[in-house]
């Protein structure tokens, strides 16, 4: 199995958009170990910029090189305050911005994921960001494996060339091809896989959409993924795409729909974020999305690599086909 490690930081064969602008990746890491404070120093230090304190739990590090880096505790619980509910049952109040509400954040700090989002970021620009992952490894940050409490991820939101249906199914397709292979090269940890964030996309649409025959158009394309797939977890999140593509009706029906922003790009949520591993990278995780990208520049490859797709028999009890990894490994360039 092709391996994803000692890669130098590897670029898409499309670096621009149809309209000559550059191309953007944002990225988003979760990891836990390291309270707000010094993630924000960590990236000033780096990219520049200054730090507004929204609350405890949410900062933003503006005026970087790219704009603004959020930075917060990836929780609901605690961004949205609904603690206070269970606190006020005790007898107890928070202040907003107290010293109680300031210690409950740093607590949280060893325990609960935090995640830095990124601005967008031109590609030919973005293996910058592995200066930020060797800092976070130097200070402990601790990644998807350091407890089987962790399922922390690394989402990456690549631009696309060119925002319209053919496209998003494109890519789609091709995502949906090597599905299985970036699975196993990629060493998804069962913990991720238990949680709901990443759940494959059911078998009958992965058929339906793979079939070289399967051309439609935009406002089928968004039927077709709402009827097997109303929800943001996805492998990869394709709402946010189509909601630009075609506004609110491409988000009817999905639960927390508020949620989902429009935008011009593909969420990829499958990686794992092993920050605190010394051989992990950013650039082995991106590889994988590179190669997506890579097949979907190939029709031909991909129309004769769907058809393998619907002749082949699948593991008997579901689940990743590692034969089909094996196979569709051998469709991509050495």
Known sequence: MKSFADLSF??????????????RLGV???????????????VMELYGGHVEQRDPFVQIVQGTRWGDFTVEIDTALLKERTYSRFLERLGLELEPGGRAEDLLARLAGTVVPHEIVSPPIPMNEVHQ????????????????????LYAFGLHLNPEAPKADCATALTYLKAFLLLYDWLHVSGQIDWSRRLTPYIDPFPEPYRRLVVDPDYQPGLAQLVEDYLRH????????????????LMGHEAVRGVPEAKLVKARPAFHYRLPNCRIDEPDWTLAREWFGWVMV???????????????RYLRRKGPALGGVDKLWALESEGWLPA
Do not use: K
């Not at 988003?28 to 960590?42: K, V």
């Open 229 to 244: 797939n109303a929800t943001r977890n996805r492998a990869l999140d394709m709402l946010p795409m189509f909601r630009e």
């Open 10 to 23: 590897p670029l898409p064969e499309r670096l621009w958009r149809e309209d000559g602008e550059p191309r």
């Open 129 to 148: 960001l592995e200066r930020l992952r060797q800092r976070l490894q130097q200070e402990q940050a601790q990644g998807t494996r350091a407890s089987v």
């Open 293 to 307: 990208e890579w097949l979907a520049e190939r029709p031909d490859r991909m129309r004769e690599l769907g058809a």
């Open 28 to 42: 988003e890491l979760e990891f836990a170990g390291l309270p707000l404070q010094r993630i924000c120093e960590l």
